[in-house]
């Protein structure tokens, strides 16, 4: 597939543990300046079908709001997941929502400027080590193995995805009013970190 080169869009995963909202936000990038809403929509299910796998089931996905932010800010649409798909994928209840697994978002190119995060939470029980501290290693083969078919899909170079590019985006670079596509970096590795960390509020475009 060839690279992305359509406008920027900014989703936020928006879902529910425990009575308790969880949002991660990502940057996708358009394939084309042709691609429509509906192909977005169909592509963001497939994003949640693929990285479901790895949330608790008792978390449910309420839906994912998409807003285009190039050349200029549109209203946002909601995108609902696939029906029968809105809960975790995970075999087993959620560990605590604070506690979350960390995806480090690479480029390619060194700096806090060049890589994001995608914070999991909450994390599959079954997947955690003994002390629930950490992956455990079947826990983290799962995290690779759906890292893996996420990449194969949204990969600006050569993912599938006829509609989106995964991404980071860079204020330093960008700007924030307006955000341009100049801030907008692809991402080419997702780590999985074996270690657990603390989920915290961030603002668009920080880096990790």
Request: glycine share 10%; hydrophobic share 40%.
């Amino acid at each position: 597939m060839a690279v992305a080169t359509g406008e920027l869009y900014q989703v936020t995963l928006s879902g529910l543990y425990l009575g308790q909202t969880i949002q991660n936000v990502l940057m996708f990038r358009a394939r084309t300046p042709t691609t429509t809403n509906a192909d977005i929509a169909t592509a963001l299910r497939s994003f949640w079908h693929t990285i479901r796998s790895v949330y608790a089931f008792d978390y449910q996905l309420i839906f994912m709001i998409v807003k285009r932010v190039t050349p200029i800010a549109l209203d946002s649409q909601f995108v609902t997941a696939t029906s029968g798909e809105e809960q975790g994928g995970g075999s087993a209840s959620g560990l605590t929502s604070t506690v979350a697994a960390l995806l480090t978002l690479r480029t390619g190119t060194a700096g806090k400027t060049h890589r994001g995060r995608i914070y999991v939470a909450p994390v599959d029980a079954a997947m955690a080590s003994h002390d629930l501290s950490q992956l455990s290693p079947s826990g983290l083969t799962a995290f690779v193995n759906m890292i893996q078919t996420l990449m194969n899909e949204f990969d600006d170079a050569t993912g599938t995805s006829g509609a989106l590019a995964l991404g980071i985006y860079s204020r330093l670079i960008g700007g924030t009013n307006p955000m341009t596509v100049a801030g907008w970096q692809a991402v080419n590795q997702i780590v999985p970190q074996p270690v657990f960390g603390n989920q915290r509020r961030r603002r668009i475009g920080r880096g990790a």
